[in-house]
């Protein structure tokens, strides 16, 4: 199915994610969520495996009407409010320092660098403590990831998204311990910090409906990059017929 979104752990409306495929981001690809299912066998595929996948919001565009409803419920909120608690608890028991120790040394492989940024979100949505070590590995390992920033044939799209990686630096740069992430929540496409990080509610992009932005600043700033796939819904209609 390749890219339908724009950044981390979260999914556009099904009537727009399919007209769009040059501004996606983390955990908005079938290359992302392939490497949250191998992480899961970490450890093992008995009572020992990770399901850090159902810390992410729902993706699966093609669920039941009625399930993807259902994941819009307060049921399904607070199941993942305790789910997310519960999964923190096991990070932090050193879970989540064997993750990093596992992956990092592995990072020689395709793709290998880029999995550990993974392991950092998925540890960040959970609120799990990370080593300051681990921190600044992944400080450094954001310029080495490829970062596409308009539309990418899919034999050459690894790595981040443009908003994708703004938003996961901010994550890097206000992240609490105990506090999971959110990243299902609007991000600014340009400085990719949440409403949580400054108290802004964010405004989307008035001509695209898509990209977010803090304020005029940011949005002006972020105009040059943005600009190739700032389309209207019918533009893309349009250009998908």
Avoid at 21 to 26: A, I, R, V
Avoid at 216 to 235: F, L, N, P
Wanted: proline share 5%; net charge positive; hydrophobic share 35%.
């Amino acid at each position: 199915m390749g890219r339908w979104g724009f950044r981390m752990l979260s999914c556009p409306p099904l009537s727009y994610s399919l007209l769009i495929n040059d501004t996606s981001g983390l955990f908005e690809g079938d290359e992302d969520l392939d490497i949250v299912a191998a992480i899961r066998k970490t450890f093992g595929d008995g009572p020992e495996k990770l399901d850090l996948y159902l810390m992410i919001n729902k993706t699966d565009m093609v669920a039941p009407v009625e399930t993807r409803e259902f994941y819009q419920t307060e049921e399904h909120a607070q199941f993942l409010r305790g789910f997310v608690t519960e999964i923190r608890g096991r990070l932090d028991s050193g879970v989540g320092d064997e993750l990093f120790k596992k992956y990092r040394a592995l990072e020689h492989e395709h793709q290998g660098q880029y999995r550990t940024i993974v392991v950092g979100a998925l540890m960040m949505r959970a609120g799990a403590k990370i080593k300051a070590d681990d921190m600044q590995h992944l400080r450094d390992l954001v310029p080495k990831i490829p970062c596409q920033y308009r539309f990418a044939l899919p034999m050459r799209d690894f790595g981040f998204r443009d908003p994708g990686k703004a938003q996961f630096l901010a994550a890097l740069n206000n992240y609490q311990p105990g506090t999971p992430r959110d990243f299902h929540e609007p991000s600014c496409f340009h400085c990719g910090k949440i409403h949580a990080d400054h108290g802004i509610n964010l405004k989307k992009c008035g001509h695209c409906q898509a990209a977010w932005y803090c304020g005029i600043d940011c949005q002006r700033t972020h105009r040059k990059i943005h600009k190739a796939s700032c389309k209207a819904i019918w533009e893309k209609v349009l250009a998908n017929v």
